[in-house]
């Protein structure tokens, strides 16, 4: 009998081509890319990614920033840290990349139905939680209250400037933003994103809370979520490790056998206090 697994095992890794429709700077070091798949959909949940790759260059992890209401042409938000993003910046409309995926659990958005929703999102946190943010807003009657925290470094850092703006006169949902370092014409609160918290009103037994930013942020806004009585298995944030497959078989994303890669990117809190690598 012939054996395919070989074969099969191979098509794992091996990426689709996608076309770049569209490069749009979103700030000094991320751009947006518009992204799609020659044969298909990308078919992806909030808060998942997908391995990018460019021939001969390399592969990263990247979140798919989009909704998944429009998976024939998704976004990828990409700063340029190392090999393969800093050659991404360098491609335009109608060079072509590698993609796999999508991957990850993505975010549960059946759990949080009916619920207030608190986003709390710093620097490129925005890049994923956007496609959650922006699922919400389209499935808006399914929620509460859609309250959005965003912090950033200066306001130039912002991502998705055009779309805050529209998001601030949004009735629909509540953003609320900070920076640490003010720039000249910038007139909104400066602080760490822990000082927005203060404004903000929460009913703990109804409320879900997303994080996803830096690493240093999760520990304290966990502390005022917790502060506030938000219940430890309605906090979800979503870790970022380093991968290499994205599929659960090099063991590179490994947070105390757990596969950051399959399991998460998206935890919840309850779950991953114990876990000394995880905040
Ligand atoms: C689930 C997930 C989602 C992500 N989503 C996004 C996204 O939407 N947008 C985005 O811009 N990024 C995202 N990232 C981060 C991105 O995948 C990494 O920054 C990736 O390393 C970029 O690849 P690169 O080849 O450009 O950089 P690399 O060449 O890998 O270098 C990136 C930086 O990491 C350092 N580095 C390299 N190897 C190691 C190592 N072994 N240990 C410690 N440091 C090392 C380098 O010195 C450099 O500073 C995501 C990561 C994960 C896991
Ligand atoms: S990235 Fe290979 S197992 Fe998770």
Redesign the pocket.
Known sequence: MLDTAPISRKSLFVPEAARILDVEPLTAR?KLFRVSLNDRPLGHRPCQ?VEVSIAGI?E????V?SSPASSEIFD????D??????AMHRLEPGDRIGIRGPY?NGFPVEKIIGKDLLFVCGG?GL??LRSLILHCIENRASFRRLTVLYGAKRPSERLYREELAAWAKDERLDLRETVDVPEEGWTGNVGVITTLFRAVEVDPLETVAVIVGPPVMYKFAVLELLQRGIMESRIYMSL????RCGLGKCGHCQMNGIYVCQEG?VFCYSDVKKVKEAL
């Open positions: 991320e990614f390399g990263a992890p990247i979140s920033s990828l938000c990409v700063r840290v190392g090999t393969l993003t800093q990850g490129l890049a994923p970022e490790r380093r991968m990117p």
